[in-house]
């Protein structure tokens, strides 16, 4: 999952992310962990973690696709 990677490359834990981005950490766990999908999120909380993980939403989604 390209949050994990991306994450994972600034040096932060999930929680830093969740911190980061003002998005519940069971959300972030969610995801990495493929539960949930971004797609099936809210349009804010993707905007939010991609602006904290200096990346586009549709980077977000396209990853996942793939």
Known sequence: MIIKELRESKGWSQSDLSRAAGI???V????EQGITSLAASTSENVKRVAIA?????????ESEEN
Not at 53 to 61: A, F, I, N
């Open 28 to 31: 972030i766990q969610k995801w």
């Open 24 to 26: 519940n950490l069971s």
């Open 53 to 61: 993980l200096d990346t586009t939403v549709e980077q977000l989604l």
